[in-house]
Every structure is written in C-alpha cells, then in structure tokens.
C-alpha cells in the first residue's frame, strides 16, 4: 500500500509540471551553464565550478580558451587554468577512444592522424578515477614508430619533462614534438600542465618565440605523463555519470545522452534516475515540449525553468549554446516556439 501511494504521489507531481518551449529550454541552459550575461563566474573558483560542470564532455582542443571558458569565466586568464592544472585539482586528456582505434572488417585500423581539432575533456584530478574507467584500445599499427617509441619511454621512465624526453631519444625535438600530439590525440598523454597543450596547438610556442612570456606570465610547462585508463566499465560509472549529466544540464533526457561521447546506453541511465526519482532527489515529468521520453530534472533547475517560464518572452543567444542545442534554432523558427 506505501508503495502504491509513492507511485500514486509521483505520478501527480509530475502532473503538475508545465513544460517550456524549445526557446525557453535554450534560455535555461544559457543561465544554468553561466552563458548568458549576468550569470558568468569569476577567478579561480568559477573556473574550477565550471570545469567541475563540464567535465567528461569534450571539445575541440584549442576551443576551451578561445570559446568555452572565456563565454563563462568573467575576464577569463589562461594563468586561471595553470593554476588549477599546475595544483593538481585538474587535469586534461581525450576520454573518448580514437577513430583509428577501431579495427575494420578486414582486421586492418587506419592510421592515427594528429589534429588541432582533436577532442580533449577537463575534469577533476579526484573525479579521474570514474571518468578514465572505460579501457582505452592502443592497436600498435595505428601509431607512427616515433609515437611508439616515446609511449616505451613513459612507460618505463614515467612523467618527464619535454627536455628530458628529447635528451632521451635519438630524434630531433621537432619529431618528438608531433609524436607528443599523436599521443595526445590518441587520449593515451596528458601533462601535468595546461602549458603544454597550448604549445602543442600554437606553432609560435612550439617554436619557443613565445616561451619567454609565458614564463614571466608564471605558466611554464610542466611534466608530461601517461592518461591511464581503467580496464572496464562499472556499475558506479553509470551512476556518476547520470549524476554528472544532471549537474551539467539540469534536466536530462534521451536526446541529452545521446550527444555525449562517453555515456552509457540510455537504458543504463533510465534506471539510475527512476531510482533517485524514488528517493525524492530530483523530479520526473515532462520538462520540455520538444523532445519525448521520460525527462528528469534537479529541484533547483526546476525552480529556474519556472523563472524562465514566467518570464515570458527570452532572447537567445543560440551561437553560445552547445552544438546540439543551438541545432534546434530552425525548429524554433519553423514553430516560433
């Protein structure tokens, strides 16, 4: 009987749930993620509340200070990030496994080719150990020789300096240079400092013109090491993670999940949020007009869908929002809703 009233007591708060437009949704995020104005955090703090958000969701390299810490961090300083790297509350590496990693029918992969554009995560040193859980393929066949033989050289003498890593081979410090970046493209490196990948990406620092600055500046580049992964998958990676997408998002559904490169089958999580639905830690319903399925929301981002609700019309500023979002700026137009 208990258990008949709980559902009984579910299902009507979930009725009493307005949904929002596919605008007001966008306006929601905007605030929820400190993009629109007014809501932007500062210093150290705000970026290590931002980065503790966005964690486990990956970018293009080079856009985390050009496009997505400067649009949430008022007055964004690269040496914001350093210090958070450099303090060991941060680190940065490709979760998701390469393209080059899958092997094809034929049993042969295809050869890992560095980019600039190459996907890399922020997440938190102590939030590591959940975040690198899914194991990391590393077919030999789809690195170059001279990233094979600088992985060896992590693998038996461990973190290094770039120095270290050149005075330690027969190749020139150019060759070692793009070997990094494989390594680093391949999600199997990181360094200890955000230095390091700002060189890898400028062709002005790889070339040291910008090295005398940087040191001034107090960010120097530090050790580089190997992005360990875990051997599989865990019960607890679903619910850190559902956990995760509740933080980032505020309301979180199918079409949610979908977009995001390291998460479980959306059945996985279904279970996870049917459960903590039950315990009274967040709320189930009908959240947004647009998408379908069961959607699912902390209380605190319902109280600000209501906010934004009420507030009637929301001018959007759809170029901010994350790709998948911003991708639903025809349909507002087509419906005007």
Request: glycine share 2%.
């Given at each position: 009987m208990l258990e008949r009233i709980h559902r009984l007591t579910i299902g009507r708060l979930r009725r009493e749930i307005e949904p929002v437009t596919t605008a007001q949704l966008a306006a929601f995020v905007a605030r929820w993620q400190h993009l629109a104005g007014g809501t932007q955090l500062h210093g150290v703090e705000g970026t290590l509340q931002v980065i503790q958000q966005l964690q486990g969701l990956e970018w293009a390299a080079g856009a985390?200070?050009?496009?997505?810490?400067?649009?949430?961090?008022?007055?964004?300083?690269?040496?914001?990030?350093?210090?958070?790297?450099?303090?060991?509350?941060?680190?940065w590496g490709r979760l998701s496994p390469h393209p080059a990693f899958e092997r094809e029918n034929d049993g042969q992969g295809r050869r890992l080719r560095p980019t600039r554009v190459a996907p890399l995560a922020l997440f938190l040193r102590e939030d590591a150990g959940w975040l690198l859980e899914s194991p990391?393929?590393?077919?030999?066949?789809?690195?170059?020789?001279?990233?094979?033989?600088?992985?060896?050289?992590?693998?038996?003498?461990?973190?290094?300096?770039?120095?270290?890593?050149?005075?330690?081979s027969e190749r020139p410090a150019g060759e070692i240079e793009d070997?990094?970046?494989e390594l680093v493209a391949a999600g199997l490196v990181t360094a200890d400092g955000f230095e390091n990948l700002r060189a890898l990406i400028d062709p002005h620092r790889r070339r040291g013109e910008a090295r005398g600055r940087s040191v001034r500046r107090g960010y120097a580049p530090g050790r580089w090491a190997l992005l360990r992964h875990g051997e599989d998958a865990t019960a607890e990676y679903v619910e850190r993670f559902a956990r995760q997408l509740l933080q980032r998002w505020g309301v979180v559904f199918r079409d949610i999940a979908a977009r995001e490169t390291l998460a479980p089958a959306?059945?996985?999580?279904?279970?996870?949020?049917?459960?903590?639905?039950?315990r009274g830690e967040i709320r189930g319903g009908r959240f947004a007009t647009a998408f379908v399925g069961e959607q699912f929301a902390l209380p605190e981002a319902l109280d600000l869908l209501r906010a934004v609700r009420r507030a009637g019309e929301v001018n959007v500023e759809w170029d901010a929002l994350p790709p998948w979002l911003a991708g639903e700026r025809s349909a507002v137009a087509r419906t005007g809703s």
């Open positions: 985390w200070e050009s496009d997505v810490l400067p649009r949430r961090i008022a007055n964004y300083d690269p040496a914001l990030l350093d210090e958070l790297c450099l303090s060991g509350e941060v680190m990391q393929p590393q077919p030999a066949e789809a690195l170059s020789r001279p990233a094979r033989e600088l992985l060896l050289t992590l693998q038996t003498q461990g973190t290094s300096f770039s120095h270290e890593l050149v005075r330690n070997a990094l970046w959306w059945r996985d999580i279904l279970v996870v949020l049917r459960k903590m639905e039950t």
